[in-house]
């Protein structure tokens, strides 16, 4: 019943930056956290950022300062802004969220994933 859709993704060099958005879209009553999450290989799936809403936020330790997680509620819009990008920081990106959307027997709280995106950061 949501659909998230993310863009941003690409090559850039280390100490590089680059911005991912995530739109969300469909019966969407009400979104509860929007976040991001990220699947080096090899590697399992694991929070990157993540934005409450009502304003409260969560980052992993390895991103603390360098990224910020910010949101647009009008549009159902989550961003990443990422700032000295380091190699380690390469995975593909997936934008998260925690929803309620309206379903044919009610109002129904999942989770959803958009498709990912990739990030490589190499010189």
């Known amino acids: 019943q949501v659909q998230l859709v993310e863009s941003g993704g690409g090559l850039v060099q280390p100490g590089g930056s680059l911005r991912l958005s995530c739109g969300a879209s469909?019966?969407?009553?009400?979104?509860?956290?929007m976040g991001w999450y990220r699947q080096a290989p090899g590697k399992e799936r694991e929070l990157v950022a993540r934005s409450r809403t009502g304003g409260s936020t969560n980052y992993a330790d390895s991103v603390k300062g360098r990224f910020t997680i910010s949101r647009d509620n009008a549009k159902n819009t989550v961003y990443l802004q990422m700032k000295s990008l380091k190699p380690e920081d390469t995975a593909v990106y997936y934008c998260?969220?925690?929803?309620?959307?309206?379903?044919?027997?009610?109002?129904?709280?999942?989770?959803?994933w958009g498709q990912g995106t990739q990030v490589t950061v190499s010189s």
């Open positions: 998260y969220a925690d929803a309620t959307a309206v379903a044919a027997a009610g109002l129904e709280r999942k989770d959803y």
């Open positions: 469909g019966r969407i009553f009400r979104i509860n956290v």
